[in-house]
T-cell receptor, first 116, second 114 residues
């Protein structure tokens, strides 16, 4: 089965700095990679995702890059703000077996703290 | 946000109790999921239901019993739990078409087993 490794487990930055979180996956059949943000006491929410037919996707201050050859993908947050403080989870999914639902394998999570 | 609603939000139970967690989605989805979130561990997929049929059971102990009476409702029945079962239990839903569907999560039930 799929295995997703996420690093670092904690990340502390100053407001305005950039933050980068990296994930590696094991299953070469994986072709969908979402990132979720979970604020304290709240539900995980999808913030950005990427499919295997592109190498990079950007949405305002957030970007995700994908290297299928190396089987790793990264989340980049620029100009960080205190409200970016949360736990971030990466995940990987494939359509192996022809399932009609998304079977996500999550990374361990990264606690991001942005200091004012 | 009311797309995926979970009740109760918090639950404390003894090891001999029987309780149930409820999840309801108003998004018109046909796939529903139960996840366990423990401290310092990744979200662990427990069960998947697709069109009311259980399609995944990720080696979950029988003291956890899921039920999906229709595509909008999902239950997790709990019986004779252990203290290590204390965790945040998250429900999610997604569409049942296309590749790798986006999952929408509920706010979770924080379970404490004494």
């Amino acid at each position: 089965g799929e295995n997703v490794e996420q690093h670092p487990s904690t990340l502390s930055v100053q407001e305005g700095d950039s933050a980068v979180i990296k994930c590696t996956y094991s299953d070469s059949a994986s072709n969908y990679f979402p990132w979720y943000k979970q604020e304290l006491g709240k539900r995980p929410q999808l913030i950005i995702d990427i499919r295997s037919n592109v190498g990079e996707k950007k949405d305002q201050r957030i970007a995700v890059t994908l290297n299928k050859t190396a089987k790793h993908f990264s989340l980049h947050i620029t100009e960080t703000q205190p409200e970016d403080s949360a736990v971030y989870f990466c995940a990987a999914s494939s359509d192996a077996g022809g399932t009609s639902y998304g079977k996500l394998t999550f990374g361990q999570g990264t606690i991001l703290t942005v200091h004012p | 946000e009311t797309g995926v609603t979970q009740t109760p939000r918090h639950l404390v139970m003894g090891m001999t109790n029987k309780k149930s967690l409820k999840c309801e989605q108003h998004l018109g989805h046909n796939a529903m999921y139960w996840y366990k979130q423990s401290a310092k561990k990744p979200l662990e997929l427990m069960f998947v239901y697709n069109f009311k049929e259980q399609t995944e059971n990720n080696s979950v102990p029988s003291r956890f019993s899921p039920e999906c009476p229709n595509s909008s409702h999902l239950f997790l029945h709990l019986h004779t739990l252990q203290p290590e079962d204390s965790a945040l239990y998250l429900c999610a839903s997604s569409q049942s078409s296309g590749l790798a569907n986006i999952q929408y999560f509920g706010a979770g039930t924080r379970l404490s087993v004494l």
